[in-house]
């Protein structure tokens, strides 16, 4: 047969046997190294996912890396992600560093055209967020907020007029 669509039982048995095994042990790290792991990605978070993604994949189709490899290699992005989500819950600018900072795009019904160029957002994005929220108009929102996620959260106008807090967000303040 051709080589290109089976090489062999043994092949087939090793990707079996260290396929179960590999995900076996991806599972257990990521249990122990808690719920933040598989949390809402930031940046940081989703090249630490595609890191191990691939690293899973080399370890199932790569005859030249042995499962312990893999193992180890799968336990040192999972333990770096740990030691700097650790860290950046704790220091500021280690935080600032790995996630950024929010950034605000419109404000009080208007546009902040610069932070929208910075961030690459367009105005309709931000007009879908804020339908998306259930205003009816630009008007209505204190506020369209960039989060570190990639998301737009919109923040509604008090009844009253005043706005709702925006700590930590960059904007025209």
């Known amino acids: 047969m051709d080589?290109?669509?089976?090489?062999?039982?043994?092949?087939?048995?090793?990707?079996?046997?260290?396929?179960v095994l590999a995900y076996g042990v991806l599972v257990t790290f990521l249990r122990i190294s808690g719920n933040r792991t598989l949390s809402k990605m930031n940046a940081f978070d989703l090249i630490v996912t595609v890191a191990l993604g691939s690293t899973l994949?080399?370890?199932?189709?790569s005859k030249d890396v042995a499962l312990a490899e893999g193992a180890l290699a799968l336990g040192l992005l999972i333990s770096l992600q740990f030691v700097i989500t650790w860290l950046s819950a704790r220091v500021s600018w280690v935080k600032?560093?790995?996630?950024?900072?929010?950034?605000?795009?419109?404000y009080r019904g208007k546009f902040l055209?610069?932070?929208?160029?910075?961030?690459?957002?367009?105005?309709?994005e931000v007009r879908s967020a804020v339908r998306s929220s259930g205003l009816a108009?630009?008007?209505?929102?204190?506020?369209?907020?960039?989060?570190?996620?990639?998301s737009l959260s919109v923040v509604k106008q008090?009844?009253?007029g005043t706005g709702s807090s925006l700590n930590g967000v960059r904007g025209p303040h």
């Open 96 to 106: 600032r560093l790995v996630t950024g900072e929010p950034l605000m795009l419109l």
């Open 137 to 150: 108009s630009l008007e209505a929102a204190q506020a369209v907020v960039l989060e570190t996620d990639g």
């Open 158 to 160: 008090e009844e009253g």
């Open 3 to 19: 080589m290109a669509f089976y090489s062999g039982w043994e092949s087939l048995l090793r990707t079996l046997i260290v396929g």
């Open 113 to 124: 055209t610069a932070s929208l160029r910075r961030a690459r957002v367009t105005k309709d």
């Open 57 to 61: 994949a080399t370890v199932l189709l």
